[in-house]
């Protein structure tokens, strides 16, 4: 379905996704309740008096997680609470005549940052997940951002302005391979996230409170649109393997499509090697704190 609003286009992929038009920038917005809720014992959703909903999910074992969504489906918290009651908070925009969450239905502004200036070599601020062994996967994940994060950052901030993103260093899972059109992972290929899952486990364990981001990626043929529903379901198909088969906790990963706008081998034509998935650790972006 397509709406329009003045000057932006809003198509409706499915139940859980939206795809935003506006000027000349284009994103994808993707409701992860179907994702969290999966096998879970219970799942409900409430209405509050300024607009949010708020979408509790009930694990088998009485955990809960709490996610509240502004009336536009943009993410304002999540919370996971454990039986006894401790509460670890993932996810908190900071509201205020200062520092809001400015996107309402729209793209939002961009973020202005100088280039980005590296003083490491690149094969360790990019690690290729296909000859990196445990320890590098997890020294990369858990190592400080790559230049000072100014503030905190809202998550709508962060998945939509890229730059924001470099400030961090990432892993390509270059171990999975999709075919063209596809966002399917066969079983014959789950083995190849092992180490990755293990990283993550490790790294949750040590601090419930991390966040990490899956990016997935397109080449150049086909749509803008397309691409950016086919990179969003790759990020998501990825997510939920490392839930199922490594016991990450659905709430520690954030899911995001960008479609073909970060090309690894700039080509127009059909590029296995675009067809990708990214991983980094946000918990720096997200808190409060200057790094």
Do not use: C
Not at 228 to 257: C, K, M, Y
């Amino acid at each position: 379905m397509i709406e329009r609003d003045n000057d932006r286009t809003i198509i409706r992929d499915g139940e859980d996704r939206v795809i935003i038009r506006e000027d000349n920038r284009i994103i994808i917005q993707n409701d992860d309740s179907g994702r969290l809720s999966r096998n879970a014992r219970d799942v409900r959703t409430d209405r509050r008096p300024n607009g949010n909903t708020a979408t509790t999910v009930v694990r088998p074992n009485g955990t809960r997680i709490v996610t509240v969504r502004d009336e536009f489906g943009n993410i304002v918290s999540r919370t996971r609470v454990d039986p006894a009651g401790r509460e670890i908070v993932l996810i908190e925009e900071h509201r205020g005549p200062d520092r809001r969450d400015r996107y309402g239905r729209g793209i939002g502004p961009i973020i202005e940052l100088p280039p980005l200036v590296l003083d490491i070599p690149r094969e360790r601020y990019i690690v290729e997940a296909d000859e990196a062994p445990l320890p590098l996967i997890e020294e990369t994940l858990i190592a400080p951002p790559v230049e000072r994060v100014e503030r905190a950052y809202s998550l709508g901030e962060i998945r939509r302005n890229y730059r924001i993103l470099e400030k961090v260093r990432s892993i390509d899972l270059n171990t999975i391979n999709f075919e063209f059109g596809a966002w399917e992972i066969g079983d014959d290929q789950i083995d190849r996230l092992e180490t990755i899952g293990t990283a993550i486990e490790d790294i949750v364990k040590k601090n419930p409170e991390e966040v990490f981001l899956i990016e997935g990626h397109t080449d150049a043929v086909g749509s803008d649109e397309d691409n950016l529903a086919l990179s969003d379901r790759r990020a998501e198909s990825v997510a939920i393997i490392l839930t199922e088969h490594f016991d990450i906790p659905a709430e520690n990963l954030i899911t995001q499509g960008y479609g073909e706008e970060q090309l690894k081998v700039q080509t127009e034509s059909e590029e296995r090697e675009n067809r990708r998935v990214t991983l980094r650790r946000i918990t720096p972006l997200l808190t409060s704190n200057a790094q």
